[in-house]
């Protein structure tokens, strides 16, 4: 099955600071997508991001499918953003299947 | 986006019982689902692909018997957690794809077996 690496898997910032969270994956993939998983566990869907480029507002993310690799770019971090960022690839019809994650930790 | 939900959000049970869990697509058909558990600061574990109208499939290491799926509906599926232990512990968590291929997650259930 499809591999998926998460880096870095842990994360400081101060309010403010951008970062950038790098996923690879091991098989071509028809199918991407980020979440961040809030306090109490739900998975709020950040990107469906297959190929190309996409943003929404602060949040930016691309995906090379090629090169098996999807990056999520965070910019002027804000308190709130702190938490677990997942990426999870899939192939047509099955599963996603998910990294460990990032945990991102932005303080005051 | 797609809504899925799930009942209950949280449910504390004595061991040797059952729990079923209920997820729901609330505004498109999903002929496929899937269960994820999630044990304390890890990732998603897929357990089985629930499929309307067939059997599930299992993920390797997952126990069918214990864990039984229902997808009676196109719009509804449901894991029971048979005969829970407190090794059953954890949180689950269930997803369906909407039209253009999106998957979407129920808010998840936490399951405490005491």
């Known amino acids: 099955g499809i591999q998926v690496e998460q880096s870095p898997p842990d994360l400081i910032l101060q309010e403010g600071a951008n970062s950038t969270l790098r996923c690879n994956f091991s098989?071509?993939?028809?199918?991407l997508q980020w979440f961040h998983q809030n306090p109490w566990g739900q998975l709020i869907n950040l990107f469906y991001?297959?190929?190309g480029t996409k943003q929404n507002g602060r949040l930016s993310a691309t995906t090379v499918a090629t090169e098996r690799y999807s990056l999520l770019y965070i910019s002027s971090s804000q308190t709130t953003d702190s938490g677990v960022y997942f990426c999870?690839?899939?192939?047509?019809?099955?599963?996603?299947?998910f990294g460990k994650g990032t945990t991102l930790s932005v303080s005051s | 986006g797609a809504v899925v939900s799930q009942h209950p959000s949280w449910v504390i049970c004595k061991s040797g019982t059952s729990v079923k869990i209920e997820c729901r697509s609330l505004?498109?058909?999903?002929?496929?689902m899937f269960w994820y558990r999630q044990f304390p600061k890890q990732s998603l574990m897929l357990m089985a692909t629930?499929?309307?109208?067939?059997?599930?499939?299992?993920e390797q290491g997952v126990e069918k018997d214990k864990f039984l799926i229902n997808h009676a509906s196109l719009t509804l599926s449901t894991l029971t957690v048979t005969s829970a232990h407190p090794e059953d512990s954890s949180f689950y968590i269930c997803?369906?794809?909407?039209?253009?291929?999106?998957?979407?997650f129920g808010q998840g259930t936490r399951l405490t077996v005491v």
């Open positions: 629930s499929n309307e109208g067939s059997k599930a499939t299992y």
């Open positions: 991001i297959p190929s």
């Open positions: 997803s369906a794809r909407g039209a253009n291929a999106e998957a979407f």
């Open positions: 999870a690839p899939g192939q047509a019809g099955t599963a996603l299947i």
């Open positions: 098989d071509s993939v028809n199918n």
């Open positions: 505004d498109f058909q999903a002929t496929t």
